[in-house]
């Protein structure tokens, strides 16, 4: 139970404040690929502007050291948003997975002994699945491949792997230089005598890495390659086979015969023998380990088999019988509801997040989002916690997205919608705190379409003037930030697209409709996301919680 707070003096008549993230628009010189400068926004220009010279405005850090992770790394929604509600900076599961391989811990637990070593001996397969890449987003290659040795290192005779082309945190077309890795460490455990190969793939955007309930076909199809073996019959088409007798071929094919795909929707792929039979359908008794350590888009896999008869997506058994195996995650993507129940590393234990102090004190919150996001401002908000901390306290509104193959030709996705709704909340007055996200600079940043990213961020603009116009109306406070970069870069370097998140900064500004100059944003401390619960309870009117970051403003 978190302690209840004192008053701080500010914003004492209890005004609304409204949080709002822009996922993805971070701060980078003005270029080619800046999509936030190419789109002039005309309302967050203005905006910035006046916050500049009510000493209201900063940039702060959203990647590396300042969400959990390693210097240089790139941020990302889930360490963003964790370090936004939490107000803190916890270890992040990248940094965990690594960490506790490199010290030993991970090589020496029940549960690498009961679903590894015990599988190894009773002779049955270890299978490892996952998102193939060096994005350190939701996997790691190194992680991948040193699991890949020490299953050798511990006499494991038969790996089978299942790879999800990255393209998303990594260059878009860089799928086969992780195959090629890949091959190379299964060629070694060959050479060591255990019969190691890919046993099949796609890209990440086309299976098993649906979130937040969005597209369930996706696990479907992941499934049941990974399971029996079988390619969804509406991958084959125009040539492209399915089946085929390595990645490398498949994704050739697939390259060739659909050429405007990216890796992250590249079709699927079940790799078969000389005969066409597939070489690694699961069997009972394996093991099949999700290597991913990010828990948005892996919470639906592991319920798929960690699940019994109450499973109730898609019939597990369309392809033959489901064979009773084992399943781990590379961490626990849910540790309040146990998904799954066995996991190879403690996740980082997030705990007095911020949705804890507003319910001790009875602040009303409101959360919104479209799908692509809606557990950001919920899921990750809360520190990993599926659901409500106090459901008569806060409500969560969910605007249903699109599919993310349409974000390309639709790049103004349901930001319109989020806003009619949050405006409606806002002008009904019934909440004291309200937060958003706007999928926009980031989903649509991942396509690496330059024109697509302009009209995104001009629909972020266009949402935040309409925004800002109803808090003014309630005399209320706005404040606006960023998790991490996206669309301020969509060309690399060399002018080709680039569909990851950044290092940049982000902007952080307030806007307050009764502005009376008694507090300001603090320019000297090392600012970052994990700063930010802090500032909001300020301007909720309480004291920082004990053991937060500091507050971003000065009063
Ligand atoms: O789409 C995702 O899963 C990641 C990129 O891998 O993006 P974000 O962190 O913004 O959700
Ligand atoms: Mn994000
Ligand atoms: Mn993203």
Known sequence: ???????????????????CVM??????????????????PENILKFIEEAKQ?????????????????????????????????????TQGARLVIESMREGTFWNTQQWKDMVVDTIKAGKTVHLFGLLSSGNVHSHIDQQIMIIQKVVECGGKRIRFHPLLDGRDVAPDSGL????????ALAKARDAGCDACIASGGGRMHLVMDRYNAEWSMVERGFNQIVHGVVDPADIKDGYKGYYTTAKEAIEEG???????????????VIVDAEGKPVGKLEEGDVVINTNFRGDRALEISNTFDQGAEFDKFDRAAHGPFPAVKYAGMLQYDSDLGIPKTYLVPPPSISDVMSEYTCELGIKSFAIAETHKYGHVTFFWNGNRLGYINKALEKYVE???????????????????????LVAAIEAGEFDYYRVNYANGDMVGHTGSVPAAVEAVKTVDESLGRLWEAVKA????????????NCEEVLDGKGKPKTSHTTNPVPFWIMDAKYDGKYTVNQDIDGGLANCAATTMNLLGYEKPEGYMQSLIDY
Not at 255 to 269: H, I, M
Not at 474 to 484: E, F, N, S
């Open 1 to 19: 139970m978190v302690q209840r707070l004192e008053k701080c003096g500010i914003n004492a008549e209890g005004r609304p404040v409204v949080f």
């Open 23 to 40: 996922d993805g628009v971070g701060v980078f010189k003005e270029g080619p690929g800046n999509a936030f400068w190419l789109a002039k």
């Open 54 to 90: 009510n000493k209201l405005y900063r940039e702060i850090y959203a990647h590396g050291e300042y969400v959990g992770l390693t210097d240089g790394d790139m941020g990302n929604s889930e360490v963003g948003h964790n370090a936004l509600g939490s107000g803190n900076i916890y």
């Open 177 to 184: 230089e992780f195959i090629a890795q890949l091959e190379e």
């Open 255 to 269: 390259r060739r015969l659909f050429p405007t795909l990216l890796d992250q929707y590249a079709p699927g792929f």
């Open 399 to 421: 605007i249903p997205s699109e599919p993310s193959d349409m974000i390309e030709a639709n790049p103004a996705m349901k930001a319109k919608e989020v806003t009619d709704e």
């Open 474 to 485: 309630k005399g209320g406070i706005l404040v606006v930030t960023a998790d991490h970069g």
